[in-house]
């Protein structure tokens, strides 16, 4: 079979994607949003979810604009910059930016129309948000493999060298480049995004819930709008940008090291093994949609029958893209192609075991969640112990479902061998892991995108005053939400940390290419430049723990973790402290509210957290980009290894415990509010409350960007690779 005509698959599957998320977004538009008070509603919404992106799009393109200039600058006039890096970065935050927005719009006229569809069954709530869901994840992966397909075939046009090998190589770390502008999209739109909905959620829960005994989403509570559009901007838009960018990555980190895997072995294999990751990617995004298709349920379905049928349409995905992949790697005809299928097989299963766990630790059909809602009888000190607890514990499984992955698909891809000189086609099938990982992003992340509409949903259905028996649906559909938006979370952390591993690998290929464009003469252990494997660049470059500048490239790559926490936590904070006065003040200064006479100032709240998340989302935002620039200047290429190394060694276990101490919080609450241990109201309440607030800002803002930062840096050093050859110091 002619490899180039299967290339075509790529392209054609992306506008598939993109044709049935407009299919699902057309359908969705076309149902009812209820009553004239709840569109009213939805309409409050989305205009502030609208008025909150264009101003974070506002800064974010002053970013790009000086980043672009400075990669212009670095590349037509030092020459130590690929040409086409400006250009690449542009796009990369584009179509983040992009996926996102698309992702948001859909679910702010999504919500309303699933508490409507609620109002029916059960089953047309679930089908109406979890079809809204899909649309992002069909445009995530959509317009990513669009991106990746349409880069490959102007740099494929447009670049001349002499030897072949070095073409591709050089075309897919220039691709590459790009997953920088969308790592930095995504953390603008997941730090800004996480600081305004996590300061209206917490202004809203601790004045309104504890203060007042008013339920979750009372139209009389000043923050509720605000807190609905934060779903919005945070979870909905964050998280598109979040893994398109995880999506792209694990795809180009994978096709840059099979360039350099099998380089000796021939242009037709070297492209073979740069196709293969685009081709599993596409056969995803069929088997995708044939599992949203899958996904519906019973009318007296409870939380466990809701996650069964979610869980059925990723599964059966799963299952199908195993087959697929042993026959898109025989086709393919790639050196030991068994290898690889299973190596794509552990990083499902890696996958799968994350998302298990996740579920098992944060969802309230189990018992450590439970446990932290028993907790709440001796007071909110010790369900915050509890759930950090609880956190802590639940970083064991995910680590050692990565670790095992890692070890199993380097082994099956090298053949069993330990070998230095198979060193790069090992870490070539942990990075297809990756790819195998993200493989059915498209169904996965409509799971996610399904839980904030279902909160939206509910929150619209409180405020538009809907029977209770649509409120208890509503409530349902919530509930699973959490789970599935927390199984996310430790998905999009546990891709997170196979695909940096890839990238670290990537960022030692972009160092052969800078040498090769500046100092193409150099000598590595007796071998040309494209000889050598990574083995030989750690020996050059002195990458080994008994360096200092790598020891000390680690320290400062584990503190990057906990300072971007403390930065993004301590954002929330102050911007929640704000709202929290502001809803007090209004409660106490506009006579009537609580009785329901006068309608609060919902426009105040939302200014008030959209200014919050755009004065503090700059800074933690700009650090994650300065810091590998600085420790590649300062301690060189062995630094900047140490420097990735400790980012994600530190950031993904604390990115575990904060997602899932977050999570089993917010559920505990869930939990109480069932009717279990007292019930809505209680000082048992009261105290889960105060808990799952000081997890809002854990799982929603600072651990889910941990992921980005991690990936973020590996892109800054990759794209900064040829200034840390010409300047370092050390």
């Not at 409507?116 to 959509?142: D, I, K, W």
């Not at 709240?605 to 590998?628: D, K, N, Y």
Request: aromatic fraction near 8%.
């Amino acid at each position: 079979m002619d490899f180039n005509v299967l290339f075509w698959f790529v392209p054609a599957a992306a506008a598939l994607a993109l044709a049935f998320a407009a299919y699902f977004y057309k359908q969705m538009k076309a149902e009812s949003e209820g009553t004239e008070r709840m569109a009213y509603i939805a309409k409050a919404v989305r205009q502030g979810a609208m008025a909150y992106l264009k101003q974070q799009y506002k800064v974010v393109t002053i970013v790009f604009v000086g980043c672009a200039a400075v990669f212009a600058i670095m590349a037509y006039v030092f020459k130590i910059q690929n040409e086409w890096v400006p250009f690449a970065f542009l796009t990369g935050g584009f179509f983040s930016g992009l996926s996102g927005f698309f992702g948001m719009k859909t679910a702010t006229y999504a919500s309303a129309r699933t508490a409507n569809a609620a109002r029916n069954s059960m089953n047309s709530g679930l089908r109406m948000a979890f079809r809204s869901g899909a649309v992002m994840g069909l445009v995530v992966v959509g317009l990513g493999l669009l991106d990746i397909s349409v880069w490959y075939l102007i740099l494929d046009a447009c670049v001349e060298t002499a030897n072949p090998a070095v073409k591709l190589c050089f075309i897919t770390t220039t691709m590459l480049t790009f997953g920088m502008g969308a790592s930095t999209q995504a953390l603008f739109a997941r730090v800004g995004g996480g600081i305004y909905t996590k300061a209206a959620d917490v202004g809203a829960d601790l004045v309104g819930k504890t203060e007042y005994n008013i339920p979750e989403d009372d139209p009389r509570n000043p923050a509720t709008i605000a807190d609905n559009v934060g779903d919005n901007v945070g979870d909905v838009a964050g998280m598109g940008a979040d893994l398109y960018e995880s999506y792209c990555g694990s795809i180009l980190s994978t096709a840059a090291l099979g360039a350099a895997a099998f380089a000796q072995d021939g242009v037709e294999m070297q492209t073979k093994a740069v196709f293969a990751p685009m081709l599993i990617a596409a056969v995803g995004i069929v088997l995708s949609i044939i599992g949203i298709f899958s996904v519906r349920t019973s009318e007296d379905a409870n939380i466990k029958k809701l996650l069964s049928a979610l869980s059925r349409g990723t599964n059966l995905s799963s299952i199908l893209i195993v087959i697929a992949t042993f026959g898109i790697l025989y086709a393919l005809g790639i050196e030991n192609w068994i290898g690889l299928s299973f190596a794509v097989v552990v990083g499902l299963i890696v996958g799968i075991v994350i998302g298990q766990a996740t579920e098992y630790y944060t969802s309230q059909s189990y018992k450590p969640t439970r446990q932290v809602s028993e907790s709440g009888l001796t007071g909110p000190a010790t369900v915050i112990i509890s759930g950090m607890g609880l956190g802590m514990l639940s970083t064991a499984i995910p680590v050692i479902a990565v670790v095992v992955g890692i070890l199993l698909s380097y082994m099956l891809a090298t053949g069993f061998s330990m070998n230095p000189e198979d060193i790069t086609i090992g870490l070539y099938g942990i990075a297809i892991a990756s790819v195998g990982m993200l493989s059915t992003l498209g169904i996965t992340l409509a799971t996610d995108a399904y839980g904030p509409i279902a909160d939206n949903a509910g929150g619209n259905a409180e405020m538009s005053g809907l029977e209770p028996e649509v409120r208890r649906r509503t409530d349902a559909l919530d509930s699973l939400g959490n789970t599935t938006a927390a199984t996310g979370k430790g998905f999009a952390i546990g891709s997170a940390a196979l695909t940096a591993l890839a990238l670290l690998a990537s960022y030692i290929e972009e160092i052969r290419i800078a040498m090769e464009r500046s100092m193409p003469e150099v000598i590595i252990n007796g071998k040309a430049l494209m000889d050598a494997n990574i083995f030989d660049f750690m020996q050059y470059f002195n990458v080994t723990l008994m360096n200092p500048t790598v020891l000390c490239g680690v320290f400062v790559g584990a503190m990057m973790a906990f300072l971007f926490c403390g930065l993004t936590m301590n954002a929330v904070g102050r911007a929640a402290q704000k709202m929290v006065t502001e809803v007090r003040r209004q409660f106490t200064e506009i006579k009537g509210i609580l009785e329901g006479k006068a309608e609060p100032d919902y426009s105040r709240c939302v200014e008030i957290s959209t200014r919050g998340a755009q004065q503090e989302m700059i800074f933690p935002s700009l650090l994650a980009i300065i810091v590998p620039i600085v420790i590649g200047v300062v301690l060189g290429v062995a630094g900047v290894v140490g420097l990735l190394i400790g980012s994600l060694s530190a950031g993904f276990m604390l990115a575990v415990f904060l997602a899932n101490a977050g999570g089993a919080w917010d559920n505990a609450k869930k939990y109480i509010e069932e009717g279990n241990f007292g019930g809505k109201g209680s000082d048992v309440h009261k105290a889960t409350v105060v808990g799952d607030t000081v997890g809002d800002p854990c799982k929603d803002t600072s651990g889910p960007s941990l992921n980005i930062l991690i990936k973020l840096m590996s892109m800054v050093s990759i794209v900064m690779a040829g200034l840390t050859l010409a300047y370092s110091i050390l």
